[in-house]
């Protein structure tokens, strides 16, 4: 395993990887989108009880999902980063912050559009929807403090900082409706005694949940080859103009 | 549409152009970011 994060340590390395692979990731992407959304909107039944509004977990879930793992990858990378001063490790951590940010956005959006036809309300300040609400809060605080600073190093360990403590919100967020009395339903497909979803459910379920992934990571390898053009390019900037200045 | 299908359409609305903007904003930095570097790298040469 160690091998493996030594090989991508070198950043063009990386790059070569991450330029050779994306248009890959992008099409896996583009062809479990289609097959979600097929299998969401056509070939899944309505619920018994919700009726067509149950349609909405597909998006609304996956992509919830994805803002906690999201969250996840960014915190192991601040552990890569703060111990073993990986140097890709910040990188990853920043260029992954936004992509969660709009993955916690969708699944306030839509859940909140879900609520109405089912709760009678948008919004409740119950443990579970505020949880979020504060991973939201703590995705828009990491990327707009590691704009602030101008020495990166600084700011990476300030925010790799941050995003250890913000850690602390996952369990919340995962355990707040067993906790708690809480109007958001308790979990239906990670838990300890199985998923309760119906198959035909969960097919579409799982097919957006990979889609949102494939999304994350297409995304990822984008955002991290902007930040290693826009370093190299700095570099090259500078020692332009110490060329400059010696000729 | 009825009502039901209503809240749908727009969750998957919302769901898709939020995921479309980030993408294409993504794409097109680095797309300048890229150019920028390769423009750079041409004059360095050209001087060289």
Not at chain 1, 117 to 140: E, H, K, M, N, Q
Not at chain 1, 172 to 201: E, R, Y
């Amino acid at each position: 395993m160690s091998d493996v994060f030594n090989f991508l340590a070198n950043p063009s390395r990386f790059k070569r990887l991450a330029e050779k692979y994306c248009p890959y990731t992008v099409f896996i992407m583009f062809i479990l989108f289609l097959f979600g959304l097929w299998f969401s909107i056509y070939e899944s039944p309505p619920d018994y009880q919700q009726g067509e509004t149950v349609r909405i977990m597909y998006v609304h879930v996956p992509a919830a999902w994805m803002a906690m793992m999201v969250y996840l990858s960014m915190t192991i990378m601040s552990v890569f980063s703060l111990v073993w001063r990986h140097p890709l490790a910040d990188l990853i951590a920043k260029s992954s912050a936004p992509i969660g940010a709009t993955f916690t956005l969708i699944a306030l959006v839509t859940g909140s559009i879900w609520g109405k036809p089912t709760w009678g309300t948008w919004w409740v300040w119950d443990a579970r929807l505020t949880s979020v609400l504060i991973l939201f809060f703590i995705y828009l605080g990491h990327i707009a403090l590691i704009n602030v600073f101008e020495d990166e190093e600084k700011g990476a360990k300030t925010v790799a900082i941050l995003t250890l403590i913000g850690a602390v919100n996952l369990p919340i967020i995962k355990f707040s409706v067993d906790w708690w009395n809480t109007l958001h339903q308790p979990a239906s497909v990670i838990k300890i005694d199985g998923p309760s979803i119906h198959i035909d459910m969960m097919i579409p379920l799982l097919i957006m949940a990979f889609a949102f992934l494939f999304y994350y990571i297409s995304f990822l390898l984008v955002n991290v080859q902007f930040e290693l053009n826009k370093r190299k390019l700095k570099k090259q900037y500078i020692q332009n103009i110490m060329r400059e200045k010696n000729e | 549409m009825s009502n039901q299908l209503m809240y749908v359409f727009s969750a998957y609305l919302f769901t898709f152009i939020i995921l479309l903007l980030l993408g294409l904003k993504s794409f097109f930095s680095y797309l300048s970011v890229r150019k920028k570097l390769s423009k750079m790298e041409k004059n360095i040469n050209k001087r060289l």
